[in-house]
């Protein structure tokens, strides 16, 4: 089952990756500067009240672990690099990004394959230090990574081989032992299509490998009678004296849900409550208003005060079911039943986008919200990339380059394209909202390689709108929009949605509307414009107005019911020869 979607090839690599030098000739490469985010909702939280989700655009699967009165989050994020980003809070609210997991080649290469592999579903946990346990899929599959701090840095990963298929929980009992779950294969061969089990296995932290035997915990899901598929993200707990299994259940489209399960025994026999789901968005109306769906892959936590919390995905789309910010972060505070069984939302209840605050001390606001009307600007003064940028696949050498001199980032044109499963000299941001809008200035400097450069909204090598601005001899001289047309695909897999996809035969280019710039234009601004299902292309030059290139594009060609795969879109600038 799970070879369908794994290719475990050698991408691994525990030596460190040459990278050019810290301060490169830019004198050949393309200059941007000021980039600003502007996204917009309609949605806003009242006087003691926060809004979801809580952190915005595509951060999915997340896992949440409290130290003392400090909260650390990280999420998901498939064929990106850096790649698992944490978080830190002190409200459950208010969220700063604080690093990557997995930030250095060193840890390892991500290096081919589609957009949707990668990085699955990590779980953080302390126990004297910090643990993410996580899936390379595409790579090396399970491993495991630790840190004093949870900023960082992380170790260099340590394999799990005894771990099977994915999703991997880290659990520390009582007494101290630890265990590892995954969502595995079934004993035996699989009974149906998305037919999986949770299994554990104890881990050995001195000689960091797992010992003893495997124990089936569930087969198939909570009732193996209906064929529930893909139970998977599983979450171990131990409240009051008792064992409870949290995992995720039906696929990550619209019929995903959040089940329990309950033991007397760390080993089992685990016993689904009656009342499964405790989170889910099925069977409410399609017109409801402003629409969760999707939701599951939650995790828990307990406040210093006692109180409990779930974190799960959740995606809004902006026409009842297409949307390009990906599976979000969303929060709900857990309810228990006279008889000890959580509660994450009622059946038939829409996600709330107002909730409560929690009883916590307020923490600071974050230096950029994660949530509601989400704007920056970055103007590249700073010694180092902001954590929100990210590139496609991990680097082999060092592409781009800041300069705080200049207030301005340099990118390296090089052969790999946007439409190659590669890494092409790519940086970009999540978005974050529906409605929303990107700009970015660029400029040739004298010795600029003959080359294309631009802005991209980019969901996959399939998929993207881009601004294409062609470099010839130092000059900009033409400005054309770029489209993949319809790739001709194999196969595709996935968890009741289109996910991971099978081999892609190269895809041609849509002929391009194109204009001829004035002479001697050395800069321009270029700019995407989102209004929920239509998405608008722009470029200015001089003190004009701007333009728009082509006509209102479709959204929905960027939306993961139209890709597939399980990432939202990306908004950035690039360059190639």
Not at 177 to 196: A, F, K, M, T, V
Not at 308 to 334: E, H, I, K, S
Request: proline content about 7%.
């Amino acid at each position: 089952m799970l070879k369908r979607f794994f290719v475990y090839s050698l991408l691994f690599s525990m030596t460190s990756i040459v990278i050019a030098a810290d301060s490169p000739d830019t004198s050949t490469w393309v200059q941007f500067s000021s980039f600003t985010y502007e996204g917009k909702t309609d949605i806003g939280a009242n006087t003691g009240e926060y809004l979801n989700p809580i952190i915005a655009g595509f951060y999915p699967d997340p896992s949440i672990c409290r130290v003392d009165d400090d909260y650390y989050l990280v999420n998901s994020a498939f064929n990106y690099f850096p790649s698992i980003p944490i978080w830190h809070s002190k409200d459950l609210v208010n969220w700063t990004q604080i690093g990557n997991v997995i930030d250095r080649q060193s840890q390892f290469q991500i290096s081919g394959g589609d957009m949707s592999r990668g990085t699955y579903a990590p779980t953080i946990r302390h126990w004297d230090i910090f643990y993410v346990v996580n899936t390379l899929v595409g790579g090396t599959g399970n491993f495991l990574v630790t840190a004093t701090h949870p900023e960082g840095p992380w170790s260099e990963p340590i394999l799990l081989p005894n771990v099977g298929g994915i999703d991997p929980d880290i659990f520390f009992d009582e007494d101290g032992r630890c265990y590892i779950l995954s969502c595995d294969e079934p004993e035996g061969q699989p009974l149906y299509n998305g037919h999986r089990a949770i299994k554990i296995q104890e881990f050995d932290l001195e000689q960091k490998k797992s010992v003893g035997p495997k124990t089936l915990l569930v087969n198939g899901g909570t009732d193996i009678t209906k064929q529930p598929i893909w139970c998977e993200g599983p979450h171990m707990y131990k409240i009051n004296g008792k064992y409870y299994l949290m995992c995720a259940q039906g696929g990550t489209s619209t019929a995903h849900t959040e089940v329990i399960f309950r033991s007397e025994s760390l080993l089992g026999p685990y016993v689904p409550w009656e009342k499964n789901p405790i989170l889910t968005q099925m069977g409410l109306p399609d017109n409801r208003l402003n629409p969760v769906t999707c939701t599951g892959h939650a995790d828990m936590v307990q406040t210093q005060n006692g109180d409990w919390y779930a974190v799960f995905l959740g995606c809004q789309p902006y026409d009842g079911r297409n949307f390009n910010t990906g599976r979000q972060t969303f929060m709900l505070p857990v309810k228990w039943t006279d008889d000890g069984w959580p509660v994450i939302l009622q059946p038939n209840t829409s996600v709330p986008l107002t909730v409560k605050k929690p009883n916590l001390p307020a923490d600071k606001a974050p230096e950029v919200a994660t949530t509601g009307n989400i704007s920056f600007t970055d103007n590249f003064d700073s010694d180092k990339l902001h954590y929100r940028w990210v590139g496609i696949r991990g680097p082999g050498s060092k592409w781009y380059a800041i300069s705080k001199e200049d207030k301005a980032l340099y990118i390296q044109p090089r052969a790999d394209l946007l439409s190659n499963q590669s890494n092409p000299s790519y940086l970009g941001t999540r978005q974050q909202n529906n409605n929303f809008s990107c700009t970015v200035s660029m400029m040739a400097q004298p010795d600029t390689k003959d080359c294309i450069a631009g802005l991209v909204a980019f969901q996959d090598d399939d998929n993207y709108y881009a601004i294409n601005v062609k470099v010839e001899s130092g000059k900009l001289t033409e400005v054309a929009f770029e489209k993949p047309s319809a790739p001709v695909r194999g196969g595709r897999g996935g968890r009741g949605t289109r996910g991971t996809r099978g081999a892609t035969q190269p895809q041609a280019i849509e002929p391009q509307v194109s204009k001829t710039l004035p002479n001697n234009i050395k800069s321009i601004e270029l700019k995407i414009e989102g209004e929920g299902p239509i998405t608008r292309l722009y470029y200015k030059t001089g003190n004009g107005q701007f333009t728009q290139l082509g006509d209102d594009l479709e959204s929905s060609f960027l939306s993961t019911d139209t890709a597939g795969g399980f990432q939202g879109v990306t908004l950035g600038m690039f360059a190639h020869n």
